[in-house]
């Protein structure tokens, strides 16, 4: 039974780690209709800058905020340099423009910073603490914390502020919105900044983990299967999404991994997610669409 | 505001098409200060079209168009909403998932004076606005009488009462023309006489100028101080309700249409 639960909530903190990664995805796919590919590489771009900031002996704090400024600078120039231009584009367009630009944000960051890896250390020791006789890693406790409080403020910002009146209303009807006199573009704007700051701090965490490098920004491969799980265009659907995903690898690398042979985690997502394509293909919560004839 | 005492907008040589296909040709009329100017036609005459262009959705191929003595080439959409010119759609476009209140404060979005900073912090000033808005948004559902549904989501309320909620969202930041897209479609004869008499008070009460499309006949010549009658993008008749209905170009293109529609 302690074995089962170890895992389970293993699996269950682990997966708030996918959590945070879909979250980004989420943000822009809601309001501008956008599979955004580069959520990975801006991932990548965030935590790189970071660690090479700190490396040259910026103080943290001062690492942190030059690095969010400098996601919410790239944030504002996607919208105006590649969003803009594209305006009313078919989401298959704007998909390859992101590919596109996950690739150039990818070369450019490594170009300038390096592509070998580099440790990063967020101060946070990674000893296990029991809770009772279930060994729980605190590293994993502090980042479910961290994910946790990203999706409070992300609800309060959507659900409390006028700019999440606007921002719903954007991911609505954009030509109503227009209508209204909102600002569309710096709408994306802002979507972009947070999905960036979102994506900071799930590189940082993810960062910590494996290391900042290249295949950072291959967590985006581990976001699919909890987009798809949760629905598209849900913030809790993420969360839950995540959740599962971490639960479902974890306990079924467990107790069906050795009947295959073990290394069930790579792939185990996807037939999860295979299996909710089959049953809600809108996923659990993502907006079922349905076309008025 | 307003300065010039010339008529609220122009609309001069206006001409649009897609892809080659003429959808308007050669407009003009002019709309005077808080008149309500229906533009009649059959389907595909260019009126949706029309109101496309005037709130910016559109860009015109050539003419222009002068709001408030101000000359347009093309009309930006963001533009046309901050100078207001308000707008109702056609099966309306409501932020569906939102409370009825939310939307109405959407509607403000115009108004807003403060910045991103001060709304992300929720710093003093963004918050007293967001007070006003609230109170401001309040004050136009009872007008409509609609504050027993300030928390509804929107999308569940019937047809009806989601175009008044549409409509007291377009007029909440006090614009100074509102176009309105088919507003009595697909409404029996209570609530088609309901939102008549909302519109005819709007334009009472609150001076508002409005260009309205409708297609019942009936409600258009007594709700309307002036019509417009469009055919194939073309102005087939222009002046007061009266000369409308007995214009033999309006009867053979449009009413007479109607008629043999309804006959048979």
Redesign the interface.
């Known amino acids: 039974m302690n074995m089962f639960l170890e895992t389970l909530i293993g699996g269950l903190l682990a997966g708030t780690m996918y959590s945070l990664v879909a979250i980004g995805f989420v943000l822009i796919y809601k309001a501008s209709g956008v599979f955004n590919y580069a959520q990975g590489s801006l991932l990548l771009f965030g935590a790189l800058t970071f660690v090479t900031l700190t490396d040259q002996g910026v103080p943290a704090l001062g690492a942190i905020a030059l690095t969010i400024a400098l996601l919410i600078l790239t944030a504002i120039a996607i919208e105006k340099l590649l969003l803009r231009p594209l305006t009313n584009r078919s989401p298959m367009t704007l998909f390859m423009a992101t590919l596109g630009l996950s690739y150039v944000v990818e070369g450019v960051a490594q170009g300038i910073m390096g592509s070998q890896v580099r440790a990063l250390n967020l101060g946070i020791d990674d000893l296990p603490i029991f809770l009772g006789d279930i060994m729980i890693s605190q590293f994993d406790l502090i980042a479910a914390a961290v994910a946790l409080a990203i999706v409070v403020v992300l609800s309060l ?1 959507f659900n409390r ?3 999440g ?2 921002l ?2 954007v991911a ?2 954009t ?9 569309i573009n ?1 709408i994306w704007q ?1 979507v972009w900044a947070v999905a960036g700051l979102v994506g900071l701090v799930a590189g940082l965490l993810w960062g910590a983990r494996q290391g900042v490098q290249f295949s950072l920004s291959l967590v985006v491969l581990k976001a699919l299967p909890v987009l798809i799980i949760g629905g598209f265009t849900s913030i809790p659907g993420a969360i839950v999404g995540g959740l599962i995903v971490g639960a479902g690898e974890s306990l079924a690398e467990t107790y069906i991994g050795p009947y295959l042979g073990g290394g069930i985690t790579p792939w185990f997502a996807y037939v999860l997610a295979l299996v909710f394509l089959f049953i809600r293909p809108a996923g659990l919560f993502g907006e079922r669409q349905i076309e ?1 004839v | 505001m307003a300065t010039s005492a010339g008529p609220a907008l122009e609309v001069r040589n206006v001409s649009l098409s897609f892809k080659g296909v003429k959808a308007i040709s050669e407009l003009s009329f002019q709309v005077e200060r808080r008149e309500i100017c229906a533009l009649i036609g059959p389907n595909g005459a260019g009126k949706s079209s029309l109101l496309n262009i005037l709130n910016g959705v559109y860009i015109p191929d050539s003419g222009e168009i002068v709001f408030e003595g101000e000359h347009f080439r093309r009309m930006q959409a963001l533009e046309a909403a901050r100078r207001g010119i308000g707008r109702g759609f056609q099966n309306n476009a409501l932020f569906s998932g939102m409370s009825v209140l939310d939307n109405v404060i959407a509607g403000l979005s115009r108004k807003s004076r403060v910045t991103l900073f001060e709304e992300a912090f929720r710093l003093p000033r963004a918050l007293s606005q967001e007070n006003a808005f609230r109170a401001r948004a309040l004050d136009v559902l009872k007008l409509f009488d609609l504050e027993k549904h300030a928390e509804t989501v929107v999308g569940t309320l019937p047809y009806g009462v989601q175009k008044k909620v549409e409509i007291a969202r377009a007029i909440v930041a006090k614009p100074r023309l509102l176009l309105l897209d088919e507003p009595l479609a697909g409404m029996n004869a209570n609530e088609k006489q309901e939102i008549a008499a909302v519109i005819a008070r709007l334009n009472r009460e609150l001076d508002l100028t409005i260009v309205l499309i409708e297609h019942d006949i009936g409600i258009v010549l007594k709700l309307a101080h002036h019509v417009v009658v469009l055919d194939y993008g073309r102005k087939l008749a222009d002046g007061p309700p009266e000369t409308i209905r007995d214009n033999p170009d309006v009867i053979a293109a449009y009413l007479g249409a109607q008629h043999a529609e309804a006959a048979a």
């Open positions: 910002l502020t006028r700019i009146i606007q719903r209303g609505d009807d030509r109503a919105a227009l209508s209204l006199g909102i600002d710096r802002i008025r």
